[in-house]
């Protein structure tokens, strides 16, 4: 009867200790919970490596967070002063008085200055040839082959230029007049076909490119049984084309001094400027002159300036004592580069005095943030001008350069003394700590699973240990009870 109670009360006891071993529930072996055990001792083993491994990603996630966010600072100001650079407001920027004779932009080869005077006498214009009417662009034209010839085109004779390979442009039988305006654009030949309805009717137009070399001539040579193709050619002594406009060169004089261009866009013309031609002026000479972009300048300096100080403000918190980034080789490269940015030649084949960005006014205090010396960013600027505005154009050295340099070396993956290369690394040792931790838990399971093992076989030793003291208690006490 004793042993039905306790196996009653056991089963009901087992609903609410789910974690306690089978032998404790049944009131037997030695009482003590022998899953908890194994579960316990073997955390114990490995709670201090855990925690190790543990307090290294939080860490090392901090770090790698901490360098890139000074990594994208570093870029966010890198791209910003690139796109200024390059937008070409820091610069002298050219214009010409009478925007309809031409419009003038930076070409980026120098730095320009002072005023010119431009006179354009003829534009530069491409040959422009209209055939003879066709009933509709659908009209046949017989078959062939159409081959345009380049060259220069003086009244009724054509000088052919050798040097500009001709072009054969196959007809086949059925073809229109739109066909063969699509073959002319299909063939690379430089020349535009287009059909223009008229009065008239429909005609090919064909189109030249700028410059008298770019004339050219329109030879056929039909197939006898399908004829017809003849009537589209053109020489200046013969055919039934009409010449709408010769190929010219463009003529303009820059300063008194006379020159020619094949294309109305002129490279460099005046040192550093493109120019447009658009009109002539003829007797009437206009001006190209520089805007002064000193104001820009002061102001996108002191903009840097402050930009700087952001940045180096967040390195020097990083990487001072107890910082996330306090040891870290890359955060210090980092920081010792800017320092020097403001000192380094930034110009060296300058002759005037705009050869360092402390020319400029950038001053490093001795915490590592700036200053901008406005009294000594103008006094640079009144004595070279010029010099000042080629430090902010984008080339092999300028500000733009000089400050892309240090972002560069900051950002290479493949320099361990890096900041990037520290990110690498950080990330790395991230990988190793998680997979070192992996190992750990699974190092902790299996001890937790043979203490478990070990600890169920000695629970049920002390069982059958029990039992049998249980049997022998009862034969002594059976004993006793006879002698009785």
Do not use: C
Not at 82 to 89: A, D, I, M, N, Y
Request: charged letters at 15%; glycine letters at 8%; hydrophobic letters at 35%.
């Amino acid at each position: 009867m004793t042993t039905t109670t306790s196996t009653t009360s056991t089963t009901s006891a087992s609903s609410s200790l789910k974690t306690t071993s089978i032998a404790t529930l049944l009131g037997a072996g030695s009482g003590i919970d022998m899953a908890a055990l194994a579960n316990n001792l073997a955390t114990a083993q490995f709670e201090y490596r855990t925690s190790v491994l543990t307090d290294k990603q939080d860490t090392l996630t901090t770090k790698i967070s901490t360098a890139s966010d000074i990594k994208s600072m570093l870029l966010a100001l890198d791209t910003s002063l690139g796109t200024l650079v390059r937008s070409g407001s820091l610069a002298a920027t050219p214009s010409v008085a009478n925007s309809s004779v031409a419009t003038a932009t930076l070409s980026g080869t120098s730095q320009p200055s002072g005023t010119y005077s431009l006179e354009v006498s003829q534009i530069a214009k491409g040959q422009q040839l209209a055939s003879t009417a066709y009933a509709s662009s659908t009209s046949t034209t017989g078959s062939g082959t159409l081959t345009l010839r380049f060259g220069t085109v003086s009244g009724s004779t054509f000088t052919e230029d050798t040097s500009h390979t001709a072009v054969d442009i196959t007809i086949d039988s059925g073809d229109t007049l739109a066909d063969v305006a699509s073959a002319i654009n299909a063939s690379g030949a430089g020349v535009t076909a287009y059909i223009a309805n008229t009065a008239s009717g429909a005609q090919l137009v064909l189109k030249g490119a700028e410059g008298a070399a770019n004339g050219f001539i329109l030879e056929a040579s039909e197939d006898a049984a399908d004829p017809g193709l003849s009537n589209l050619a053109w020489t200046p002594s013969s055919g039934t084309a009409t010449l709408m406009a010769s190929a010219q060169d463009a003529a303009y004089t820059i300063d008194g001094l006379s020159y020619t261009s094949a294309s109305n866009t002129i490279t460099d013309p005046v040192p550093g400027v493109k120019l447009q031609l658009t009109g002539t002026n003829v007797g009437s000479p206009t001006t190209i002159s520089f805007s002064d972009p000193s104001d820009s300048i002061s102001s996108s300096m002191q903009d840097f300036t402050d930009a700087l100080n952001e940045l180096m403000t967040s390195l020097n918190a990083a990487t001072a004592i107890g910082g996330d980034l306090a040891t870290d080789p890359g955060a210090r490269a980092l920081k010792k580069s800017l320092m020097q940015m403001a000192g380094s030649t930034v110009m060296p084949n300058a002759t005037g005095a705009a050869k360092t960005l402390a020319d400029l006014g950038l001053s490093t205090q001795r915490d590592g943030t700036f200053l901008l010396d406005t009294a000594r960013l103008s006094a640079t600027i009144a004595s070279d001008p010029e010099g000042v505005t080629a430090m902010f154009t984008n080339g092999l050295y300028g500000v733009y350069a000089t400050f892309d340099k240090i972002y560069r070396a900051a950002a290479s993956t493949t320099n361990t003394g890096s900041l990037a290369g520290s990110i690498t690394k950080f990330n790395a040792q991230l990988t190793q700590a998680g997979e070192d931790l992996t190992k750990v838990a699974d190092q902790q399971e299996a001890l937790r699973a043979r203490l478990a093992s070990q600890f169920t076989t000695s629970e049920s030793r002390i069982t059958l240990l029990k039992s049998t003291q249980t049997m022998l208690q009862s034969q002594i006490d059976a004993w006793n009870n006879s002698s009785s």
